[in-house]
């Protein structure tokens, strides 16, 4: 999927003990190093049909210059490999520990959305002395203070055989419902979809065997409750949250942010869904930058 990233920008294959994680890396120009001493910033992309590195495209670009930048597929999305498994947080909970330590010499900064965002807080719990600093872009476990907010169709459905592709092959695999998807659920304002973004996630989706990563997060086999984990949190954190953002609103994560005192930041986001990253890009860069100059 390199031709969804900026140009300059090659592949990078990590070895993990669930197969091969692809990562997007600067490898030419018009990007240059000088920045050696700085942490390692590391894009975390969200959960979905058709997700991938795509979503942070707007926005890494911007670091490319002063940072070291990673920005993988995570396993089961994108064109990592996509083993046919029942996913569990454990299985990226061990991905990503395997991709950190390999990929970066320093503690990382870690810039996340929704899943991701609370997967990366319980391994910052796990392993402290990985993470230099959390920024996290509506984080939610999706079963946040014993709430299931994310399951958008009845369990029953989703977990009867063939059904469960045929729903899968009628959400993710065709431009129609992958462009209304992002309209009605992720976007605040619809107009801002583009036909490179319906493309990118349409790509991602139709990978072979994405089905199985796709619906162990629609059965909600990946869901926790976030808020059990973030007193235990010891590393900096900020959080970023669309103001319009569906399933998980704002004053959930005004709630999460009461939990702990190495929180230093809650941004509301107005006019932006669950993805503000891909909605509103110059404004997360703002913001991003502007924690990185004050914290890091």
């Not at 809650?266 to 924690?291: D, M, N």
């Amino acid at each position: 999927m390199l031709q969804f990233h900026p140009p300059g920008l090659g592949q990078k294959t990590v070895v993990t003990s669930l197969g091969s994680m692809v990562c997007y890396i600067p490898v030419g120009s018009p990007w240059k190093s000088g920045y050696i001493q700085r942490s390692p910033l590391l894009f975390l992309h969200n959960f979905g049909g058709g997700a991938s590195a795509y979503e942070w495209s707007k926005v890494y670009p911007a670091f490319l210059e002063d940072y070291p930048v990673v920005i993988p597929d995570l396993i089961g999305w994108g064109q990592s490999a996509h083993p046919v498994r029942d996913y569990q947080v454990e299985d990226y909970l061990t991905t990503l520990r395997e991709l950190i330590e390999q990929t970066c010499s320093q503690p990382v900064v870690a810039i996340c959305s929704s899943l991701t965002g609370a997967i990366a807080v319980r391994l910052a719990i796990q392993q402290p002395e990985l993470f230099r600093a959390l920024y996290l872009v509506c984080p939610s476990g999706f079963a946040d203070f014993g709430q299931d907010a994310g399951r958008r169709l009845p369990l029953q459905v989703i977990g009867i055989p063939f059904l469960d592709q045929t729903l899968y092959n009628l959400g993710a695999m065709n431009a129609l419902s992958v462009r209304n998807f992002l309209e009605r659920f992720l976007f605040a304002n619809p107009k801002r979809v583009t036909p490179e973004m319906v493309a990118a996630y349409l790509t991602s989706a139709r990978q072979p065997n994405a089905q199985y990563a796709a619906l162990a997060f629609l059965r909600g086999d990946l869901y926790f409750d976030l808020a059990r984990y973030l007193p235990q949190l010891t590393t900096l954190t900020a959080f970023l949250w669309g103001k319009q953002a569906q399933f998980t609103p704002a004053s959930l994560g005004d709630r999460l942010a009461q939990l702990s005192p190495v929180i230093k930041q809650f941004t509301c986001l107005e006019g932006s869904g669950i993805l503000p990253h891909l909605e509103q890009p110059e404004a997360v860069i703002g913001l991003l930058r502007k924690f990185l100059q004050k914290q890091i």
